[in-house]
Each structure stands twice: as C-alpha cells, then as structure tokens.
C-alpha cells in the first residue's frame, strides 16, 4: 500500500500532505505535488492518495473492504485496532465518531468508493484546505502547497483584513489565497470520486456547559492523562516547560508518570517580581527523577528579536513571529540532552480558565449569583460601575456587534470590561493604516456580519474564539521547532481535553474568588497541594518593552522598502517614526504585532521565492 522514497527523511511533527482522489486526472495532478523526499501513500488501484512529507511515526493507516483511512500526527491508536474500525465503515460520515473517539492530535483522512474525507481538529491546530487545481479537486494541509500550484498571488484585502488588531471570527480563519479555501476547524470536507464536488459537513459540536466541577475533575484529569501519555508512552527522553505555572506544573507532573525520562525547562524572568522560578523550585522538591535545567534569564531573547532573520515558509502571517527566538532559543540543548519532544503547558490559560461574558447569560438567568460574581470581577479587574453596566445592558447579535465595529476602526482601543464581557476585543486600525486598507478591512467586517457566531452564548464564542486564534500560532511554532530538531507538544490544545473543560458550568469554570479552579480541581492527588496554591502568572512584560527599545533598529529596517507600505496598505514614514520612538504611548499594547506580522510574512514570501501580491 505504501511507498517510501529512499530519500524520505522529514522529522517526527513536521507532517504535511496533499490527498487525492482515486481518479486518473487526480493521479496527474499528483505528480506535480511530489518533491525530493516526498512519501506516497497509495490507493489500491495504485494511483496516489496521501503525497508530501512525514516521519513515519506520525502516520498509520489501515484497509479493509475496500476502505482506507490515515491518522496523520500525534495519536495513540495501533494499527490492529484501526483496521477493526476500518472493516466496519460503510459510509465516510461514520468517521466522524471514529474522530471523536481517539486521544491526541491529528488529520483523519478517509477513502471509500472512490471518494475522499479530511478533516483537522476541533482546536484548529491542524487545518484543512482545497482547491481546484486543473479541474481537480485537492485537498491539503497548508494553503501556500495549493497557492504554489496554482501559481497565484496573495490576495491584499486579505493582508489588509489581517492589520486589524484583532481580526475577529470569522475572517482570521480564511485563506490568503482567493482560490483556496479553508476549511471550518469543526468541518470535514468530502469530494466525491470524479474530483469535482466538494462539500463541508460538519464533524464536531462543542459540549453544553452544564456539567458540575465535581462530576467533570476526572474527566478532565483522564483527558490530560491520555494527551500527555500520547506524547510519553514510547518513552525515551522528553523535556518540558516548568514555569511554576499550573499549566506547565501539571503537564511535568504527568510527564512524570510515564515512561519517559524528563527534563525540566525553566526561564527565569528578567523582572524581579517574577516568581516562576520560586513556583518552579517548588515543583522541583517533588519530583526527584526530573532533572532540571535552569536557564540564563539574561541570556533569553527578548521580545521582537531576529525578525529580520525569520525564513520559516508559513502559510499565513502569524504574531507568533513576535516570540519566534524566545520559543526556539532553548530547544537545541534540550535536544542535546537528549530530548525527543518537548511539551508546552500552552493552551492551559484557554480552557483552564474561561471567558466572564459567561456572566453575560448568567445575570439573566442566575441574577442574584450574578451580581455576587460580578462584584468580585470588578475588583479584580478594576471595571468602573457605568462601564460594566454599559457592556452588560448591550444585547447586540454578533452580527450586529461586527457590523458595528466597521464603523470604529479607528477609536481608541477599548475598555477592557466591555471586551471581557462582550464578544470579544473590537478590532482597531491604527495611524498607519492607509485609508484604501480600511476601506479593504471595513467591507471584510461588513461581509462577515452574515456569519453566525461560534455559539449562539457570547462565553462559549469567546472560549472557542480564543482557543481557534491561539492553536493557529502555536500551529506555526510547532512548524518552526520542528525545523529547530525538536519538535513541540501542547496537550491542553487536544480536542479530548478542550471539550472536557468546555462542559464544566461557566459559574465554576471561572470566579473572581480562585485561580483556574478546574485545573486545581483535575489535578489534586498528582500536583502536589503547595504547586497548586499559585494563583497568579508571570507577564514577561519587561520582556517586551525591553525588546522594543533594544531592537529598534531592526524594526527601522523592517519598514525601510516596506512590502506593505508598496501595497498601499501602511504609511512607512509613520512606521520609521514610531519605530524611533519606542516609548511612544500605546506600543506597550502590542498593537504592533499584526503589521509587524504581515511584514515578516511577505518577506518571507519574498524569499523563498513564492508568488507576492503587486500593488
């Protein structure tokens, strides 16, 4: 069924594919898709079905009747078992339980009767793209393989959607490329055996937050046990992050039950209020078969640093750029003290924790519990009275509240209480965004204003919204590390694990009065009581402004011969300025990041040689 090209040599977590439909004008578009090193995954008439590149222990597949089916990434199934799946599917719609069954990470492609299903996960960690190319239907893992082939340009009102700070749901998640389409991260796509339909169907359904803390502890706990023993069961050596944070605390603690042998990762922040590396000694005084290594916090990269060096390939410009040396600057020598893996507690902050627009819904339902909570929030958030009684009152559907902010792209940002309790962060231009780019982003959002949101509750949105945005820079520096040699793991971004958390009821799930009670409540009896006591985070904002003012004059040379100020999209002479002047109010708030993130991106295009937008 397989065939290996001698030359295939791709590293564990770097797996990215074309599939292809059993068809012959499928299996000549195919051809255009293989490089040196390519692997081939064929269907049995023998014409090709998976094309690209992938380590051989990111994949098993399995036949049976005349079915086929792929697990692409990081998932425990064994072979046996999947052909035992495999003999019983009559239709491809019967993968989607099959998808919700198994622990892990991972793209699930199927075949049968000439057609084809693919599908990511929940979390948008591993996405889904198609295009037609020569009347074929192709489907892949990244949208700048189609765009390559297709031999088009990046579209501009795409790159000017992408200057809003933020772009909200739905318009980060499309395409750069016009003939390329995304895929929804709950959505599978199907394409019938000719090549030339294609559809959407919908895989996956958040749960209902109703379950009590109590009954959904150990759900949540064997969900991350099952994430973390996805990742350690083949033993060997793995690192970890040890922030002394309860995200990274717990996965380290799990790591440790395995049978892999671990070492623990500690930054020490440069601020002397930081406490990580007291929490993190903490931790340590409990696990006495973890060796740890501590590393120079003046010797981390600062924030904004070797922007100018980044050669990655991405397929979408991602703020990730941001913190690239800081994400990387560590992995060689846990490599070379042998790690094979390394696990991040990222993504603990997204569903250990939840959105207050909850409270939303709940003063209307629980009024009196409500206001109680509310009380609490506005202490620990310092929100006025008339702020919160503002957000609280507005009603607006989503699409009314995206329509609106249409109108405001260039207010100042605002109050922090009406984005924790509405849908989100309303998304701001700043002054050097060119009028032609706003008009661009303005009909963008008006566009959008059809969409529904993630969840008819304005928390549940929020939580899905802010899972969705932050797996898609972590998909792109779990790229970028594996490229490093050693790849990168988040369980918390396991679709098992979200949708353990996402049941919990809201009105536990978060309050002013604990620190991410549903991790607290999960991990009791394997994090020790003093680690799980923490109950706050390090900013790394010393970090940031640091970085801003030490790199100066790369952000300088950023904007000298801009690609998007030739776009049309930004003025550099206000960029130069700003870039002088990194003091200047407001850059604290990183309202940078998206055009720092677009620039980098377009000069990566640029030179890897990729097709760039012309003014």
């Not at 002397?272 to 981390?300: F, I, K, N, R």
């Not at 893996?341 to 924790?353: F, K, M, S, Y």
């Not at 329509?403 to 792209?409: N, P, T």
């Not at 962060?425 to 529904?452: G, H, I, K, N, Y």
């Amino acid at each position: 069924m397989t065939e290996l090209h001698e030359s295939a040599g791709t590293g564990p977590g770097d797996a990215h594919f074309a599939v292809f439909t059993d068809h012959e004008d499928a299996a000549a578009v195919a051809r255009s898709f293989a490089r040196p090193g390519s692997r081939i995954v064929a269907h049995a008439s023998g014409r090709p079905w998976l094309v690209g590149q992938w380590h051989a222990d990111d994949m098993v597949t399995a036949t049976a009747r005349g079915a086929a089916v792929a697990v692409v990434g990081c998932c425990p199934v064994e072979a046996g078992e999947l052909r035992r799946r495999v003999a019983r599917l009559r239709d491809l719609a019967e993968l989607d339980d099959l998808a919700r069954s198994l622990p892990g990470s991972f793209h699930l492609v199927g075949a049968l009767d000439g057609q084809i299903r693919m599908q990511g996960t929940a979390s948008g960690l591993r996405l889904v793209f198609h295009a037609e190319i020569n009347g074929v239907r192709v489907a892949a893992t990244r949208a700048d393989t189609l765009a390559a082939l297709l031999g088009v340009d990046p579209d501009v009102e795409e790159l000017a959607v992408r200057l809003l700070w933020p772009a909200p749901y739905p318009l980060f998640e499309t395409s750069l490329w016009r003939p390329v389409t995304a895929v929804p991260p709950q959505d599978a796509m199907v394409v019938t055996a000719d090549g030339r339909t294609v559809r959407h169907t919908r895989w996956w359904t958040p749960p209902e937050p109703v379950r009590p803390l109590a009954e959904a502890a150990p759900l949540i706990r064997k969900a991350l046990e099952e994430a973390v023993d996805a990742r350690t069961r083949q033993g060997g050596v793995v690192s970890c992050d040890l922030s002394g944070g309860l995200d990274s605390t717990s996965v380290c603690f799990l790591a440790d039950r395995s049978p892999a042998r671990v070492v623990a990762s500690t930054w020490p922040g440069r601020d002397p209020a930081d406490t990580d590396l007291y929490w993190a000694e903490q931790a340590m005084g409990h696990l006495p078969d973890v060796e740890q290594v501590v590393w120079d916090a003046d010797a981390s990269p600062l924030v904004y640093e070797d922007l100018l060096a980044i050669d990655d390939l991405l397929d979408e410009p991602t703020i990730g750029v941001m913190d690239r040396s800081r994400v990387l600057h560590h992995l060689p020598g846990l490599a070379a003290r042998g790690s094979r893996l390394h696990l991040t507690g990222i993504g603990g902050d997204h569903v250990a924790w939840c959105s207050e627009a909850y409270y939303h819904r709940l003063l209307r339902t629980r009024p009196l519990f409500a206001v109680r909570q509310l009380r609490g929030f506005r202490a620990l958030w310092q929100w006025p009275l008339a702020g919160t009684a503002r957000a609280l009152a507005d009603s607006r559907p989503y699409g009314k509240w995206l329509a609106d902010s249409a109108e405001h792209l260039r207010d100042p940002l605002p109050p922090s209480v009406a984005t924790g309790l509405g849908w989100g962060m309303t998304p701001r231009l700043f002054d050097w965004v060119t009028p032609d780019a706003e008009r661009m982003a303005r009909r963008a959002l008006l566009t959008a204003a059809t969409a529904s949101p993630l969840h008819p509750d304005r928390g549940l949105h929020t939580d899905l919204e802010q899972i969705r945005s932050c797996s898609r820079v972590i998909r792109q520096w779990d790229r970028m590390a594996a490229r490093a040699g050693l790849p990168m793991a988040s369980p918390f971004l396991d679709d098992r694990v979200i949708e353990a958390c996402l049941a919990v009821r809201p009105s536990e799930r978060v309050t002013p009065w604990a620190y991410k009670p549903v991790l607290s409540a999960a991990m009791r009896g394997i994090v020790p009581e003093t680690c799980l006591r923490r109950a706050n985070k390090a900013t790394a904002s010393m970090d940031a402004s640091n970085g801003l003012r030490e790199h100066r004059a790369d952000l300088l040379e950023l904007w000298e011969n801009s690609r998007l100020e030739e776009l049309g999209l930004v003025n550099g002479a206000e960029l130069r300025r700003l870039a002088r002047r990194p003091a200047s109010p407001g850059l604290s708030d990183a309202i940078l990041y998206s055009t720092i993130a677009a620039e980098v991106w377009l000069r990566g295009l640029a030179r890897s040689g990729a097709h760039v937008p012309h003014p």
